[in-house]
Every structure is written in C-alpha cells, then in structure tokens.
C-alpha cells in the first residue's frame, strides 16, 4: 500500500452492489471537502450486504455476500493509507444484510440473515487485534436491513430493520459499547423503516430511512446521550435506498444506493444544524449496499 497523510478525515465506501453484480472496489474522500471518490484499493472478492465500522485508523468489514456466497470473513484496510484489504478473522455465523458499529477500540456486528433465519445476534470484536468475533447479547427482536448503526464512544444505536414477514420495523434500540449484554429500546422512527443507513458526531446521530413502504429521501436525528423518538432533519438530494453513511468533524455524507437502478450520488450534511443535503460528488462505480468507515 501507499502512505499517505489525509489532511482531513477520510470515509471509504467499501464493496457494494452495481446492479447486476457485486463490486470489490473501495473508493475513499476527504470528509471535509467535496468533490469525486477516488480509488483505495480492492476487497479480497466481490462483497455486498456487510456491516462495516472503524477506528481512528482501522476500517473492518465483515460478514456479506462475498463472491456471490454467504460469508463469516471479517477484513480490514488501515484508512490513512490505500491498498487491499487484509483478513482479520471469522464472524460467529455466515450473515448478509448485517450492520455495524464502533468506538475507539471495540467494533460490532448487529443483526442480519443465515438461513433460513433472521438474526437478533450482536457479536463484537477488538479492533486493534485480529480474531474471530465474540457474542455480545441480542437485538430487541431479530432484524435485518437495519437503517444503520451509529456510535458515540460509549453508546451504539441502531434503527429500523425488516423483521419477520418482511415487517419493518419503526424500532430505535442502543447498547453501551464497553460492556456486553442485549440491546435497550430508545425510542421510535416516524416510520417501519429498512436499507437505510446512519452516521453521527458525539453527540448527534442521522438516520436516512431508506425504505418506508416505498423508497425515501427522508433523514431523521436523535441525541445520542438520550431516548426518544427520532425528529426530522432534511431531505437526501435524490429518494433512495441501500445508502452507506460516515462521518467526520460536524459534516456526515451519504453515498451511494440504489433507485430502479445504481446511483453514484455522494451527499453531505451539517450535522449540527438541520437542513437538506448537498452534493458532494460522485463515487468512481455506482453501486449500494457498500459498507462505510472513517478516521474521524
């Protein structure tokens, strides 16, 4: 890989879904700028529908539909530089439609789907090691196509999802990262929500709802540090759904997704202040349900 020294917070779009078939590229931006994704590197095969979370100098991926079959790999890139991924270790169980979360030194994996169930298994791993994933407790109800999951350095959120039947679920649940156990109800999107995605600062977390029934631009908030019911923040520039989301500074950028069709469409927010998206720029290969990390 090359070293280089990103002069602002970094997010990667990793892997996705063009369309027609899985994508291995990792495109990478600087946060706090605008303008084109550029090309990091390559996943070790096509991966798509896996969560993704990171450090300040890690991004790990893991679970998916990789080369066109479930997978419990878990791998990782070292943001600041660029090149292919690197194996880190084995997820508990093979898991597609899966999300993820971290802080500082802790990532975890939430819900998703091993045949013929959908899953209410959390399972975490120490990012700064490698190994194989450890059982963390459970989701309020088994979910998959979560509408992301976000973190502050204590707490991780996560909202929505398709549960039995194809319900979705309109459920905002969180857990306290350091320690382990099942997941506490916080409060309710506007609506039963799937395929979105989430990011946040410290103390704000954005929720772009994906599908509501039919596919949204809508993008509600919540406080992290508090429960309630999620408020409405703005609009995407374009309706999608299977967006990936990161963050870095006071800026969160949605990318990429899927409507009748893979979008490239890059978007960014001020978290702090509510208000509709702008645009950002394009990725290098339209595709959704990439996961998404940052340095930030």
């Known amino acids: 890989s090359d070293a280089v020294s990103p002069a602002a917070p970094r997010g990667i779009f990793a892997g996705g879904f ?30 798509y529908n896996h969560g993704g979370f990171s450090s300040s100098t890690r991004g ?52 998703g789907y091993t045949a013929p169930n959908i899953q209410d298994l959390i399972q975490y791993v120490t990012i700064a090691t ?28 996560s909202s929505g999802g398709e549960g039995a039947g194809n319900a979705q679920s309109n459920v905002i649940q969180y857990i306290t990262i350091a320690t382990t156990g099942n997941a506490t109800d916080f409060g309710d999107l506007s609506a039963g929500s799937s395929t979105g995605s989430s990011s946040c600062n410290s103390t704000r977390g954005l929720i772009a709802l994906g599908y509501s029934g039919s596919t949204v631009n809508t993008v509600e908030y919540i406080t992290i540090a508090s429960t309630g019911n999620s408020i409405d923040f703005g609009n995407l520039t374009t309706v999608r759904k299977y967006t990936g989301s990161t963050s870095g500074g006071d800026r969160a950028v949605v990318g990429g997704g899927e409507n009748s069709g893979a979008l490239n469409t890059i978007d960014y927010f001020t978290i702090t202040s509510a208000g509709n998206a702008t645009d950002f720029g394009d990725l290098t290969v339209a595709r959704g349900r990439s996961s998404t990390m940052s340095n930030a």
Do not use: H, K, W
Not at 19 to 47: E, R
Not at 84 to 108: H, V
Not at 134 to 154: E, H, I, K, V
């Open 18 to 47: 063009t369309g027609s078939s899985g994508s291995n590229v990792m495109d990478y931006i600087s946060i706090t700028s605008t303008g084109n994704a550029n090309d990091f590197g390559d996943l070790s095969a096509t991966l």
């Open 130 to 157: 490698t190994g194989n994933s450890t059982d963390f407790g459970n989701l309020l109800s088994a979910q998959r196509y979560l509408c992301g999951t976000l973190a502050s350095p204590t707490r991780g959120v």
């Open 60 to 111: 790990i991926t893991g679970g998916g539909l990789l080369g066109g079959s479930v997978t419990n790999v878990i791998e990782y890139v070292t943001i600041a530089t660029t090149g292919n991924s690197t194996d880190f270790g084995d997820l508990l169980n093979t898991i597609f439609g899966n999300s993820g979360c971290a802080n500082s030194t802790r990532g975890l994996i939430l819900g």
